[in-house]
């Protein structure tokens, strides 16, 4: 049994009742690291409830730069949505900050590492496997998930003990942020036919009126710029994100597969990813192969599929990601959106290696190309369907 955990501590209620429980029923040492990957103001007074929780020591991290340079780069080159929506908005800092609490408890000679999440979610498995992955030696504790609370016992535990959280059993939603997107579930949500409550949506506000083009650049791949100003991409992913919402675009609303196997009725606002992950698949459009292409768009759904499941560590996700890079090469280029209240839609693009060739594709005196050389080349790629109906092909009239 651990003697000494790093707690993955987001000072929501899971979390915060789990640094008393785990102290009082395992007689472990807790020790706190909460990280910042964009959210709002949730790391506001973390150190004073995790230390007055009966935490031995917290650590805070600024992660943002580092979680949109090596973890939200890689899903915008593979236009990953799990299920042909979802941007992976809390999957992707999962693994990052399993990365720094494992750093974290070999600093402090801890022997376990801990979450506080349920036994129904998926992010007991990305924090779970993304441990064996990279530290199979630290034991996994999981307090919350054992010791089976309920949202109500949590909200009856924090209480008891004087932790103080911000739900209650009037409002029981459950709110995960990053710079990637907002998650919001629970409360009446969790009946997939009921609207959600105006409420619950921040980062969507209709506050804009007036149609405007926001131009993104990128190069290889990743965002670089927005509307000629040059940003690190954290910070493009901030501004989009308060130039999209703005026109109320960038919500979802849909029933998922979790990895557990259950069907979870889930609504997330990411006006910037949906944004970025809608131009770039545009510009490789014009910038990838045809073949190329094809195969990506078949990829990209396993891709998703991967990083949802918590195998961000994976060699299989390695090998893709080599795949991707190596179709980025000359997705280089900009992309032009128009935003209009409760729209978002591409206007134009434009590559300096683009593969659209005016010559071949005009129909007007520009034209190039060769319409003689299409009568032969529709005979032969029919060949095979005219033969299959002079033989065996069905008569429509029997």
Request: aromatic letters at 8%; proline letters at 4%; one cysteine or more.
């Amino acid at each position: 049994m651990a003697k000494k955990v790093v707690l993955a501590y987001s000072g929501g209620l899971d979390t915060s009742v789990a640094v008393r429980w785990m102290i009082e029923n395992l007689g472990v040492e807790v020790i706190c690291v909460s990280a910042n990957v964009g959210q709002e103001g949730t790391l506001d007074g973390n150190r004073e409830k995790a230390l007055g929780a009966g935490a031995s020591a917290y650590e805070e991290l600024d992660l943002r730069e580092e979680f949109a340079r090596e973890y939200l780069a890689p899903v915008i080159k593979a236009n990953a949505l799990y299920e042909g929506k979802y941007p992976l908005v809390s999957a992707l800092s999962r693994p990052l900050i399993v990365k720094h609490q494992v750093d974290i408890a070999r600093r402090y000679g801890a022997d376990g590492v801990a979450h506080g999440c349920t036994g129904k979610g998926n992010d007991q498995v990305r924090f779970e496997v993304s441990s064996m992955a990279i530290a199979p030696d630290l034991e996994l504790v999981a307090p919350v998930r054992n010791r089976g609370f309920t949202r109500e016992d949590s909200i009856a535990y924090a209480a008891q003990h004087n932790i103080p959280v911000a739900a209650t059993k009037e409002k029981l939603y459950s709110i995960d942020d990053n710079l990637w997107g907002r998650a919001i579930e629970c409360g009446e949500m969790e009946d997939p036919w009921a609207t959600p409550p105006d409420g619950v949506w921040q980062m969507t506000k209709l506050t804009a009126s007036e149609p405007r083009d926001v131009v993104i650049a990128f190069e290889q791949g990743v965002p670089v710029s927005l509307d000629g100003e040059r940003l690190a991409l954290w910070e493009l992913i901030v501004r989009l994100n308060q130039v999209v919402g703005s026109y109320g675009w960038g919500r979802l609303d849909m029933v998922e597969n979790r990895r557990v196997g259950i069907k979870s009725r889930e609504t997330y606002e990411a006006p910037g990813a949906l944004a970025v992950m809608l131009a770039h698949a545009d510009l490789e459009s014009i910038t990838l192969e045809r073949d190329v292409q094809r195969e990506k768009i078949r990829l990209e759904h396993r891709y998703a599929e991967l990083v949802y499941d918590g195998l961000w560590f994976s060699p299989l996700k390695a090998a893709f990601d080599a795949f991707i890079d190596e179709t980025q090469r000359h997705v280089t280029g900009e992309v032009r959106l128009r935003l209009e209240p409760g729209r978002c839609y591409v206007t134009g693009r434009r590559a300096t290696k683009s593969l659209y060739d005016y010559g071949l594709a005009t129909y007007d005196a520009a034209d190039r190309f060769r319409h003689a050389d299409s009568e032969g080349f529709v005979q032969l790629w029919g060949l095979s369907v005219k033969t299959w109906a002079a033989i065996q092909g069905v008569d429509p009239n029997a």
